[in-house]
């Protein structure tokens, strides 16, 4: 059977867990009819692990370094909607924390993966 590149890729594997997680969120919020907020929380969700496989789709490395970059950024955007959606009482300290840790994780992993590209050429 067919196997991509990004699926040996444990970065990639934490995105999607953590994808889950932010739809999880998400399809609470849709319960509470805050569809805006639904929707870019599972923007930034998908995004990321999005943008990890995608990298793995070309050899060239600064390309594979932006989209790198994009699935940070998406890093950053989930953890700041995080922070709305607890001052708006829509969830819970816990749960932004947890959520905080493991996107903070993630996005130094993604930086260190980019970092050796370089170094792996």
Known sequence: MAKFRFEDL????????????????????????????????????????????ESTGTSMIKEQQQLLRYAKRECFEAANILVILVNESLV????????????????????SYSNALIKAK
């Open 10 to 53: 444990e970065i990639w594997r934490e995105a999607i867990s953590i994808a889950s997680d932010l739809f999880r969120i998400a399809r609470n919020l849709e319960e509470q009819k805050l569809f805006r907020f639904a929707d870019q929380l599972r923007g930034c969700g998908i995004g990321i692990p999005n943008n990890i496989a």
């Open 92 to 111: 819970s300290n816990e749960s932004k924390d947890e959520l905080f840790t493991r996107i903070e994780i993630l996005s130094r992993r993604i930086q």
